[in-house]
């Protein structure tokens, strides 16, 4: 029981997408509970969850529990009544989409002016058409909040520390790193010592990669991230508006996934004369996006001299440089892991526990 002193309150809440981050929110979400409950009086109701053909209601802990191997009742996934399933059970509701499906992206305008807040981890809505962005934003002014901190960097506070800084009349002037923790950790295990392809291979076992390590490779999610960032400060950049160095041959580019996975090694000639390039120079291999208030957005790998700051990155370490009005001669740098399921599942996390503070007093 929370102290009497605490503000009660209840947070209705239905998750789209329970695959490898949407477990591990949930898992995170179920552990938390007990201490959310005694230490702030906040109560989250799991009042749903959609995979992609089917959807469970009113779930309870015991169900949740369970969900990998009890005996839930699964129904047709319908996405208009889940919402107004989640919408109807209580004040304040929220839905949670861990998908990386576009169709879903294109409900978030309805939703949020129906009175959901919307939390995400899903790129697709930061990048995708200007006009779907500006109506989602727009949807938001009569209360409703959209989050995406973990649409950037995992469970790093990029997004929000950026907000922060425009926020307080801060004035953006560029931002560069290395937006991606699976090139990041691509990068920093190319030694030589085995082929870069059998590090794709590992890379996808972990589930570092996209489902397809194209879109990692490719720099097309790099190049997402970047555009998220571009809007949050203002800007009306597109995807378009990035020149992207792809990884990946143009003969692999549009192969199917299986065929792609199995040629992997056509990566590797490539990859290895590119670090002996970096080593012949005494640099280092790095992925890196830039972004600048001129308007020029890039996405390329690059050899960085040992001395860089991104030059010692660990594992999947993104690290991010916002260069500002305030920061202009010693820019500021927010570094940290980048990918994993269980890092973009506690952004996600963050981004819900941020609304739930602002929730007024609910019984």
């Keep these: 029981m929370a102290p009497p ?66 005996a839930q009742t699964w129904r047709p996934n319908d996405l208009d009544v889940f919402a107004e399933h989640v919408r109807n059970s209580g004040r304040h509701a929220l ?4 998908s990386a499906n576009d169709d879903i992206v294109s409900r978030y305008p309805a939703w949020l002016k129906s009175g959901l807040h919307v939390v995400t981890p899903n790129k697709l809505a930061g990048s995708g058409p200007l006009d779907r962005w500006q109506a989602i934003q727009r949807a938001c002014a009569d209360g409703s909040r959209f989050r995406y901190e973990a649409t950037v ?26 937006f991606s923790g699976t090139l990041a ?23 570092y990669t996209e489902p397809d390590p194209r879109d990692d490779l490719s720099g097309t999610d790099v190049a997402r991230k970047l555009v998220i960032l571009a809007r949050e400060a203002g800007w009306s950049l597109s995807l378009d508006d990035v020149s992207v160095e792809s990884l990946v041959p143009a003969a692999l580019a549009a192969l199917p996934r299986e065929e792609f996975m199995q040629r992997l090694d056509e990566l590797d000639a490539p990859m290895a004369a590119k670090l002996a390039e970096a080593r012949a120079c005494n640099g280092v291999l790095r992925h890196v996006a830039h972004l600048d208030h001129a308007g020029h957005a890039s996405v390329r790998l690059m050899v960085l001299p040992a001395s860089h700051a991104f030059a010692h990155t660990r594992l999947t370490d993104n690290v991010v440089q916002f260069r500002t009005r305030r920061y202009c001669d010693n820019p500021m740098l927010v570094q940290g892991p980048g990918a994993g399921p269980e890092v973009t599942a506690a952004g996600v996390f963050a981004d819900l526990l941020r609304i739930a503070e602002s929730l007024q007093v609910h019984a």
């Design 185 to 207: 950790w691509l990068c920093n295990r190319h030694d030589g010592a085995q082929p870069f392809s059998a590090l794709v291979r590992e890379a996808h076992a972990l589930g």
């Design 5 to 70: 002193s605490l503000r009660q309150r209840v947070l209705a809440v239905g998750l789209i997408g329970p695959g490898r981050v949407g477990s591990a929110l949930l898992d995170q979400l179920r552990a938390a509970q007990p201490r959310l409950l005694r230490d702030s009086g906040l109560t989250l109701q799991l009042r749903g969850v959609v995979a992609s053909k089917r959807m469970w209601l009113d779930c309870d802990d015991a169900e949740l529990n369970g969900r990998h191997g009890g």
């Design 153 to 178: 960097c995992a469970g790093l506070p990029v997004v929000q520390t950026l907000r922060d800084l425009l926020d307080t009349g801060d004035e953006l002037l560029a931002a560069e790193g290395m």
């Design 95 to 98: 839905l949670i989409d861990c």
